[in-house]
């Protein structure tokens, strides 16, 4: 659904038109169209929730490679690298809008991720968040290997793990 008023809150396309951010944008995306511009049919971009899920899987995708010892956090390839720095794009645009797990996820993909508390956080965000048990289980884990003291990442470990 289009309104046909003057757009409240409004959101420029790459084509130009603007429409309202809530609720036709919201509600174009809800139903799944929202891949083209009611008007001219041009590239709609993706809502606040799709670039931080697109950004949150890319820092995944390349946690999970340093995890399994294919890559090294301090010395990522040229392509992990450029992944990591789109991802961190995407989530400071969804963040300047709002999203506040945005937010909290800047902060966790642009520290060092051997920092303890870094990934303390990370493990809390998937645990309560997206409800990913295992992602929020190494996450702990990582944490404790970096600083074997960390007691808060303990504790949430043994939390987790009680469940």
């Known amino acids: 659904m289009i309104c046909i008023g003057p757009a409240i809150n409004p959101v420029e396309l790459p084509?130009?038109?603007a429409y309202c951010a809530s609720p036709c944008l919201a509600e174009l995306r809800r139903q799944g169209v929202a891949q083209a511009c009611p008007q001219c049919r041009?590239?709609?971009?993706?809502?606040?929730?799709?670039?931080?899920d697109l950004a949150f899987r890319a820092y995944l995708r390349i946690r999970g490679m340093a995890t399994r010892g294919e890559v090294a956090w301090a010395s990522l390839p040229a392509a992990a690298q450029e992944e990591l720095d789109e991802a961190v794009a995407m989530l400071t645009e969804a963040a300047a809008q709002g999203h506040k797990e945005a937010e909290g996820m800047i902060t966790l993909v642009t520290w060092d991720p051997g920092n303890?508390?870094?990934?303390?956080n990370l493990g809390r965000l998937l645990q309560t968040e997206r409800q990913d048990m295992v992602g929020a289980e190494a996450a702990?884990?990582?944490?404790?290997?970096a600083d074997p003291g960390n007691?808060?990442?303990h504790s949430a470990l043994d939390i987790l793990m009680a469940m």
């Open 15 to 17: 084509c130009g038109h």
């Open 42 to 52: 041009g590239e709609v971009p993706l809502g606040l929730d799709g670039l931080f």
């Open 116 to 120: 303890a508390g870094a990934q303390n």
């Open 140 to 145: 702990f884990r990582a944490a404790i290997a």
């Open 151 to 153: 007691a808060r990442a």
